[in-house]
């Protein structure tokens, strides 16, 4: 997103269980650690990823922070960044959508990047005018591999590729945009 010159949103396609619209990897103590954000899903078949309820029958929120806490409260800078997101984890959102576009916000605004971005009004199968990378949310379709940087666990594992964010936040601070825009990307933007 920081090579684009613009930014769209679907919000009009068909919600697909298993991808990163509802859940991110993180580096724990004991490797890759997913965190899925649990959603309602309709009796009714399938729903517009705008319209995707998360479900709040449980406090997965804390669960989260917690395990964040585990995997970065030694990192460089988890403590400067930790009350930018405590909000992400106390704030009970209704929609799946504005948990994500809340949390892309706050990332930016940790990174210094200032995007401007829209969202679908209608879903269409081909983008022409667009580098279309709606595939991404696939996880295991993301063919891009990335630079080593430090990581808190690395002497354990060794370097994780495209975990969440946050681990390159915690992990580079300041230095976490140039990074992101060095990098090299399996499709040209």
Known sequence: MVQAGRITFEVEDHFQKQTLRNRMYVYSPNGVQLLNVPVKHSRAGHQK??????EDNFDWQKLHFK?????????????????????VFTKRHKFLMDLNIEAFMLTSKCLQFNPTFEKTTEYFHDQPDFTDIRHWAKAKNDPNEFEPYKQVFDDRNGFLNNLSILDLLFNEGRHALAYLKSQQLAIGI
């Open 49 to 54: 990823a705008k319209d995707i309820k998360i």
């Open 67 to 87: 395990s964040l806490e585990a995997a970065y409260r030694s990192s460089p800078f988890f403590e400067y960044f930790e009350d930018v997101f405590q909000p």
